[in-house]
């Protein structure tokens, strides 16, 4: 009995070791674990992408084994390009931009079906290409480097979002970090815009002189309306009565020592002594 148990053993491992390698597989394909920050399109064997239904979230799945999973990242992405373009007047020059955008994560499959997995390449890319040229082109090169650039940023935002508006692509925010011109234009803007400087620094301390020479005037008025007034109260009568007082508190002091002898041409008394 032992050696007919022995001789049957290998034989049942031949269907064994076979079957639990396929056991291992079937588990392998049937899970599939979504990270954070990415979801999964569910391909199945008998009809494709449904694209109405909710993309897998972030976590672990158990699936048929004869289906498959694409895993997109849903986060906020970023894709920087440089770009040459023509301005309003016809001169190149090179704008160097950063868009934040990511897919719509509900539209996923959508994204999937009639996109694909190439969706920045193939839509996103010609999209942001295509804003910033019709913008540019809007602008002279001095708008383009200086005053102009949120208007720009704002501008290429909404030319992309209208391109993308049924791609199922969410775009974010856009940064146009550096606008390079021509050597020769460069110049002559920044001498332009230093001369501009200078005229409104000119301009004012202009300004501020005139100021001061207003409020000198307006003050040296005050004054003189002020004496003539106080000159037409003081009769001779008042001023002699002032003296007096001030007389007679002087000779109260006990730190002085006054002698008085007659009066003055005005009629004050006359001051001889004082120690």
């Not at 997109?72 to 955008?101: A, C, H, P, R």
């Not at 002279?140 to 949120?150: C, I, N």
């Amino acid at each position: 009995m032992s050696r007919q148990a022995n001789f049957d053993f290998p034989k049942k491992g031949v269907f064994i070791i076979p079957l639990l390698i396929f056991l291992f597989i079937f588990l392998i394909k049937s899970t599939e674990t979504i990270k954070s920050g990415e979801a999964g399109v569910v391909w199945r064997f008998f009809g494709g992408v449904d694209p109405d239904q909710e993309p897998l979230g972030e976590g672990f799945h158990i699936i048929a084994p004869w289906n498959n999973v694409y895993v997109y990242n849903v986060k906020q992405q970023s894709i920087s390009d440089v770009m040459k373009v023509l301005s309003v007047n016809g001169l190149e020059v090179t704008v160097n931009g950063t868009v934040w955008f990511k897919p719509e994560f509900k539209n996923l499959g959508y994204l999937h079906k009639t996109r694909g997995r190439d969706y920045i390449r193939d839509i996103l890319d010609p999209a942001i290409n295509a804003a910033a040229r019709s913008v540019v082109g809007r602008y002279t090169p001095e708008q383009l480097y200086s005053s102009k650039r949120d208007v720009i940023e704002k501008e290429i935002l909404e030319e992309v979002s209208k391109e993308l508006e049924d791609q199922y692509i969410k775009v974010n925010k856009v940064l146009v970090e550096d606008v390079q011109l021509p050597k020769t234009i460069k110049e002559a803007i920044e001498r332009k815009l230093k001369q501009e400087q200078e005229a409104l620094e000119y301009e004012f301390r202009l300004a501020k002189a005139k100021k001061e020479a207003e409020r000198q005037r307006i003050d040296a008025e005050g004054k003189a309306a002020a004496n003539k007034i106080l000159s037409a109260s003081l009769t001779d009568k008042i001023l002699q009565e002032k003296g007096i007082e001030a007389t007679l508190k002087l000779s109260e002091s006990s730190n002085s020592k006054v002698v008085l002898i007659g009066s003055g041409k005005s009629g004050m008394p006359i001051i001889l002594g004082n120690q």
